[in-house]
């Protein structure tokens, strides 16, 4: 079959340009729907890393990307485990040289993910009709920075979105100045009581 040039015009100067059809609000209120404040993969990408990809592999990807966490993916495209930049930056690697007489640069992102079977997921059918604040408390009572959102979908668990501590505190106007998750919400209490 012959291929033909496709016909071609100049763009008009009014042209735009079309984004992901749902974008996160710049300010939520508490009383936001939770859904304001939910990476959706079904919109937006998840990066991701191999069980087999050395942290600093994974540590380039992440500031590439400007993300703190990948999720870690098996042969199978399966869900194998989390890493973030706390994994990375923390004691979790200092343990796997000590331990295993390595050098640093030979940690694999297997070696300090958080497998998949000590992951916590909320549903999405809870999501979308609770609000920011259920979130935030659920963040809170399980002491994480992320918790995973989940659906299902051709038989089968699918993480549909991820709900991020740093992203909703951004989105609350609230500036964190720890990485320690306990404090970072007495901060968030503090600053929520002062507006």
Do not use: W
Request: proline content about 4%; overall charge negative.
């Amino acid at each position: 079959m012959p291929y033909t040039r496709l016909p071609a015009r100049n763009l008009d100067k009014a042209a735009g340009l079309l984004q992901p059809a749902r974008t996160l609000p710049e300010r939520v209120e508490l009383d936001n729907p939770a859904l304001d404040a939910m990476t959706d993969f079904r919109h937006l990408t998840a990066f991701i890393a191999t069980p087999g990809d050395t942290i600093k592999q994974a540590e380039e990807r992440m500031t590439l990307r400007k993300v703190h966490l990948l999720f870690v993916m098996d042969v199978q495209d399966r869900v194998a485990g989390l890493v973030t930049s706390t994994d990375l930056h923390g004691e979790k690697p200092l343990q796997v040289v000590q331990s295993r007489g390595i050098r640093r640069d030979e940690v694999q992102v297997a070696d300090i993910m958080t497998p998949v079977e000590k992951l916590e997921a909320v549903d999405y059918d809870d999501i979308v009709t609770a609000r920011v604040g259920h979130v935030l408390e659920t963040l809170k009572a399980r002491g994480r920075q992320h918790a995973l959102v989940i659906e299902r979908s051709e038989g089968r668990q699918m993480v549909r979105g991820l709900l991020s501590l740093s992203q909703l505190c951004k989105q609350l106007g609230v500036n964190i100045e720890t990485t320690e998750v306990a404090n970072t919400f007495i901060e968030i209490e503090q600053h929520l009581v002062r507006t």
